[in-house]
């Protein structure tokens, strides 16, 4: 069975600029969550889908979107890209998204803003 | 905010020695998982292990949980130098779904 794939896997942007990112969870895992690593924040919880449906979301500004497709695809979108921007975003996938399920990480996108 | 801690921050072992993780969280949790990346790539899922569980194994690995102290341990034994990585513990907190929290990680270099 395949894993989770992030594409694209490494990104460069301009200050100002807007990124989508995607996620293709392992088959038939229905919950995609996605996190931002970063050297001085650690992990962070952006938010999770189920369903097409956002469930969960972190402490993160509206200019950090995302939505999740029919066939559990999901992709987050950054708006107005910012320096602080800059980390590793990864995303992880689980069967239905409850505490009682392990979840699975992709490679990550790395994304850099300049 | 990060829920759980890890300690220590970094360890250095030779090949062939055990290395011992501790992770420690504040709330109360429905499951543990450590996870293990290296150089920044993503995160590879090593064990999970439930709140009414306080000992599991998956080969070399060993993951003890106190829910009482609110700690857990993992343990590499026999450690080679494929295990330098960065190891994390992640936690579920308080709501209903897999929201998982992260510690700080700890770095771990194992020399041939």
């Known amino acids: 069975k395949a894993g989770v794939t992030q594409t694209p896997r490494y990104l460069i942007k301009t200050r100002g600029q807007q990124v989508t990112l995607s996620c293709s969870p392992i088959s038939g895992h229905r919950s995609v969550s996605w996190y931002q690593q970063t050297p001085g924040q650690g992990l962070q919880f952006l938010f999770e889908?189920?369903?097409?449906?956002?469930?969960n979301k972190g402490n993160f500004p509206g200019r950090f979107s995302g939505r999740q497709f029919s066939n559990s695809r999901s992709e987050m979108n950054v708006s107005t890209l910012e320096l602080g921007d800059s980390a590793l975003y990864l995303c992880a996938s689980s069967l239905d998204g409850t505490r009682s399920n392990e979840q699975f990480f992709g490679p990550g996108t790395r994304l850099t803003v300049l | 905010s990060q829920q759980g801690e890890e300690d220590p921050q970094a360890l250095s072992i030779q090949e062939g020695e055990n290395a011992t993780m501790n992770c420690s969280y504040k709330?109360?949790?429905?499951?543990l998982q450590w996870y293990r990346q290296n150089s920044g790539r993503g995160l590879v899922h090593l064990i999970l292990?439930?709140?009414?569980?306080r000992e599991k194994h998956s080969g070399r690995l060993r993951v003890t949980l106190d829910t009482s102290k609110k700690s857990s341990s993992l343990l590499i034994t026999a450690s080679r130098a494929a295990d330098t990585a960065s190891y994390f513990c992640?936690?579920?907190?308080?709501?209903?779904?897999?929201?998982?929290?992260f510690g700080k990680g700890t770095m771990l270099l194992v020399s041939p």
């Open positions: 292990i439930r709140s009414n569980e």
């Open positions: 889908y189920f369903s097409e449906t956002q469930r």
């Open positions: 709330t109360s949790i429905n499951n």
């Open positions: 992640a936690t579920d907190g308080n709501s209903g779904y897999s929201t998982l929290t």
